[in-house]
């Protein structure tokens, strides 16, 4: 089965074809552009230059957060479309997760996505390797960096550094002397190609069952709140 799928949650945005788990090709690009002007042309010539069709597409698959708010909807809203248009079932993902799963040989430590939650936060969860794959050892959540490096320095064990938010955590295990090592640079950002991988277990939803995790409320509902 042939899956299409789109990472949009944070600053680098990505397309990724595959064929029964293994990569047919991923286009990834970090320049800051905006998602919206990007990712569905991405996915437009994923498909002209690998000679596909939507129609030999079984899967469409999205990171459907946390992250950017902005990101995730454009992310979700694009796999929403694809999916309606083509008619096929739709499998959405946790950005952590899909972070996490290109670590899946790295056994021995934990596996720790951070992507960058402003405000001195960053979404995180917790995961280890064994034999090709990957567990969950913690959920989604939003919580200070410090409270990452103190829950590593506790555990004595190596946590695996990833995400857009790994340097900020990275500062914070060197404060508190936790045990850490940094992702490798080509695999540190969230790609499509982890996306793809982590659909592969992941339920069939519909189009119109499709829709975004933000883990947290956006900062407008919050603001609207304040004002009440």
Known sequence: MIILAFESSAKAASVALTRNGALLAQYFQNSGLTHSRTLLKMAEDIL???ELSAADVGRVAVARGPGSFTGVRIGTASAKGFAWGAD???RAVSSLRAAASVFADFEGFVICPAMDARRGEVYNALFEASEGAIKRLAPDRALPADSV???AAASG???LLTGD???IC???FKERRA???LAPELLQLQCAYG???AAEGAPDVSAAELSPDYLRVPQAERLLRQRQ
């Open 48 to 50: 002209k230059n690998n």
């Open 157 to 159: 064990k190596t946590y």
């Open 170 to 172: 990275a500062e914070s």
């Open 165 to 167: 938010g790994a340097g």
């Open 179 to 181: 045990p850490y090592r």
């Open 149 to 151: 490096a103190e829950e």
């Open 88 to 90: 096929i079932p739709a």
């Open 195 to 197: 996306v793809a991988l």
